[in-house]
């Protein structure tokens, strides 16, 4: 099946940003923080792939159905993922192992090929007294969540964005 057009994507992004700050301090709600730019990209591309299979726009899906989903987990996520970015890769990881942070402007696509992309593990500075080694480990980004696990965000935050849409179910 190959990925919708989606029409909302900035829509989602700007909600998934909104639930995504419920559950995290104000100041690590920024795109220099690991932690919500993954939660937030998990959200979006929940809440465009309910929103495009239910013809709603994705403001109009219901935190209880976005929680219903989020706890699921990583396959259900990547279930959903098909009709944003194709079947392939919707199931790939690392397809690019450089992708940037995802801007708003970016399509679904930019969103999950940075979700998918691995973290390797810190390189030891003394290797057998070979030079150091100055991997990029998170491109400069703080990271919280799974410190020093190098598996992609679509992987380990679906619990977390779960958490996320629950905090601001609360606050509701």
Same mark, same amino acid.
């Given at each position: 099946?190959? #990925? ?17 700050? +419920? +559950?995290?301090?104000?100041?690590? =709600? &920024? ?12 959200? !979006? ?8 299979? &239910? %013809? ?8 209880? /159905?976005?929680?219903?989903? =989020? /706890?699921?987990?990583?396959? $259900? ?9 194709? /079947?392939?890769? !919707? ?5 690019? #192992?450089?992708? %940037? ?9 930019? &969103?999950?090929?940075?979700? &998918?992309?691995?973290? @390797?593990? #810190? ?7 070979? @030079? @150091?080694?100055?991997?990029?480990? $998170?491109?400069?980004?703080?990271? %919280?969540?799974?410190?020093?696990? #190098? %598996? ?5 935050? @679906?619990?977390?964005?779960?958490? !996320?849409? +629950? +905090? ?5």
């Amino acid at each position: 099946m190959a #990925p919708q057009q989606t029409s909302g994507w900035s829509r989602s992004l700007a909600r998934a940003g909104q639930i995504a700050a +419920a +559950a995290q301090p104000a100041g690590l =709600c &920024t795109d220099r923080h690991w932690d919500f730019v993954g939660i937030r990209g998990v959200l !979006a591309v929940v809440l465009q792939a309910l929103a495009d299979r &239910t %013809g709603r726009d994705p403001e109009d899906v219901l935190l209880e /159905e976005l929680l219903e989903h =989020c /706890e699921q987990g990583a396959g $259900h996520v990547r279930t959903l993922a098909v009709a944003l970015v194709g /079947e392939q890769l !919707a199931h790939s990881v690392d397809t690019d #192992p450089e992708a %940037g942070v995802p801007a708003a402007g970016d399509s679904p696509v930019a &969103t999950w090929l940075w979700l &998918t992309r691995l973290w @390797p593990p #810190p390189v030891p500075d003394d290797v057998d007294g070979l @030079p @150091p080694l100055r991997a990029r480990r $998170h491109d400069g980004m703080i990271r %919280g969540i799974a410190r020093g696990h #190098p %598996g992609a965000a679509v992987d380990l935050l @679906p619990g977390w964005a779960a958490d !996320a849409v +629950a +905090a601001t179910l609360r606050a509701a």
